[in-house]
């Protein structure tokens, strides 16, 4: 119950787990990791004594080879470590977390892991886990933010019929992306089931905080001039937002972002802030923008934005490619986030 509790009731965080689990991208990529004693024989123990827990999501993830080429990998996102209070500060976490990344690296044969740490900067740094600088920009939802936009012919809505398709694109853009950056990198790559598994909590959280209706709208993509359809336009699919509603914390998070051009950016925080105002949000989240998109001068005569440090949800990689973990993580957005 650390992660529901008071906000959920026991039935109702009982009830999230099970809808979760049984999500397509749970079903196919969830594993939850236990350490218990050498002597515990999990086959005849029903209720065995547990130390320390974790769960891992497996994902797809582009990597750079030394040779310059792309690969598609897979690797794994560390979540939810756990250790009853009776047994903290007796090194459990540290030995689950050691064994794991050897179990992730030798049997799973990932290229790495990752992970946001909510407990500081040392517990993962002294593991050999690498922390990346972790900017967020908010923006202060205005309740008076009028409907009426400007430009609204150029707005294509993304909802379910077009996401998959968006999602895919988008895919291959970020491979393009890679490719000119000539350097060790690596991505995690956004997937249709990751993202209706993200859906799928927000839908939940509307039912449990908010007693709304489901969100219908995942964000919006423009057009240089209006189209009948999607698929006439090949630049829609380059310059898009994607959000996620937060009924918990009454905000709006920017999942995954790409714009060309601070006029651009600025079009799709509208659109963002039209939806905010919908559901009475207070702000919009979005990590580790490219603040050359944003030219804040000029945003600060539109929005009140803050940009900041994150001092929550730190993102740490463990690489376990080769000896060289000098490697530059892209995209550390939202959407990467379970």
């Known amino acids: 119950?650390?992660?529901?509790?008071?906000?959920?009731?026991?039935?109702?965080?009982?009830?999230?787990?099970?809808?979760?689990?049984?999500?397509?991208?749970?079903?196919?990529?969830?594993?939850?990791?236990?350490?218990?004693?050498?002597?515990?024989?999990?086959?005849?123990?029903?209720?065995?004594?547990?130390?320390?827990?974790?769960?891992?999501y497996k994902l797809k993830a582009l990597i750079t080879l030394s040779s310059g080429q792309?690969?598609?990998?897979?690797?794994?996102?560390?979540?939810?470590?756990?250790?009853?209070?009776?047994?903290?500060?007796?090194?459990?976490?540290?030995?689950?977390?050691?064994?794991?990344?050897?179990?992730?690296?030798?049997?799973?044969?990932?290229?790495?892991?990752?992970?946001?740490?909510?407990?500081?900067?040392?517990?993962?740094?002294?593991?050999?886990?690498?922390?990346?600088?972790?900017?967020?920009i908010r923006f202060k939802v205005d309740d008076r933010f009028s409907t009426s936009l400007k430009h609204s012919e150029l707005i294509v809505a993304i909802n379910q019929s077009n996401i998959e398709t968006i999602i895919n694109k988008d895919c291959e853009f970020i491979k393009?992306?890679?490719?000119?950056?000539?350097?060790?990198?690596?991505?995690?790559?956004?997937?249709?089931?990751?993202?209706d598994w993200l859906f799928q909590k927000t839908k939940l959280y509307s039912k449990f905080y908010a007693d709304t209706n489901d969100p219908r709208q995942f964000g919006a993509m423009i057009s240089n001039k209006k189209k009948e359809s999607i698929n006439e336009n090949e630049e829609l699919f380059?310059?898009?937002?994607?959000?996620?509603?937060?009924?918990?914390?009454?905000?709006?998070?920017?999942?995954?972002?790409?714009?060309?051009?601070?006029?651009?950016?600025?079009?799709?925080?509208?659109?963002?802030?039209?939806?905010?105002?919908?559901?009475?949000f207070k702000q919009i989240i979005l990590w580790n923008p490219d603040l050359r998109l944003f030219n804040i001068s000029e945003v600060l005569n539109v929005f009140e934005v803050e940009v900041s440090e994150r001092t929550e949800s730190l993102p740490y990689l463990s690489w376990y490619a080769d000896d060289d973990d000098n490697v530059d993580w892209i995209l550390i957005e939202k959407y990467s986030w379970f």
């Open 70 to 136: 792309i690969q598609e990998v897979i690797c794994y996102h560390i979540t939810s470590l756990f250790t009853p209070p009776q047994y903290r500060h007796k090194g459990y976490a540290t030995k689950l977390m050691e064994l794991l990344n050897d179990k992730l690296r030798f049997e799973c044969k990932a290229k790495f892991s990752y992970l946001y740490s909510e407990v500081g900067s040392d517990f993962y740094s002294r593991l050999g886990w690498r922390i990346f600088p972790h900017k967020e």
């Open 176 to 195: 393009k992306d890679l490719k000119k950056l000539n350097k060790k990198s690596m991505v995690i790559l956004p997937t249709k089931p990751a993202f």
């Open 238 to 280: 380059e310059r898009f937002i994607i959000w996620n509603h937060d009924f918990r914390d009454n905000q709006l998070f920017i999942i995954r972002f790409r714009s060309d051009s601070p006029y651009t950016t600025r079009l799709l925080i509208q659109q963002a802030m039209q939806e905010a105002s919908k559901f009475q």
């Open 1 to 56: 119950m650390s992660w529901g509790y008071p906000l959920l009731t026991i039935d109702e965080y009982i009830e999230r787990e099970e809808i979760l689990a049984n999500n397509e991208f749970t079903s196919e990529n969830f594993k939850v990791w236990i350490l218990v004693s050498k002597k515990c024989n999990l086959s005849n123990d029903t209720e065995p004594t547990i130390f320390s827990q974790c769960e891992t």
